[in-house]
């Protein structure tokens, strides 16, 4: 069992940055593949991007491409998402994703067992 617990959202202006961490429980934290997924609501949760269980692969939307950094500290049991350039358009809960298994597509919420309960992202023009 694998719980997570994001943090770092929050109001920002169009072009600046934040960073958002998900905390993760349990022993085995570097045995999970991650992802960060969004959601505007009335709309379906899209991935944003994801990381393998050693950091050396990782995944990106085209939406977060070259603005979105994914990351992971496996000793801290953490992985993070450093957003540059935010656009009005990147406003959403962004939700922490944990698969155990091999992940066939990464853009694929039941490909990941375990989820968080998200954190607000607001991008003000």
């Known amino acids: 069992q694998v719980q997570l617990v994001e943090s770092g959202g929050g109001l920002v202006q169009a072009g600046g940055s934040l960073r958002l961490s998900c905390a993760a429980s349990g022993r085995t934290f570097s045995r999970y593949s991650m992802a960060w997924f969004r959601q505007v609501p009335g709309k379906e949760r899209e991935f944003v991007a994801a990381i393998g269980w050693s950091g050396l692969s990782t995944y990106y939307a085209d939406s977060a491409k070259g603005r979105f950094t994914i990351s992971r500290d496996n000793a801290k049991n953490t992985v993070y998402l450093q957003m540059n350039s935010l656009k009005p358009e990147d406003t959403a809960i962004y939700y922490c994703?944990?698969?155990?298994?091999?992940?066939?597509?990464?853009?694929?919420?039941?490909?990941?067992?375990?989820w968080g309960q998200g954190t607000q992202v607001t991008v003000s023009s």
């Open positions: 994703a944990a698969s155990a298994g091999v992940v066939g597509n990464w853009r694929r919420l039941t490909e990941y067992n375990y």
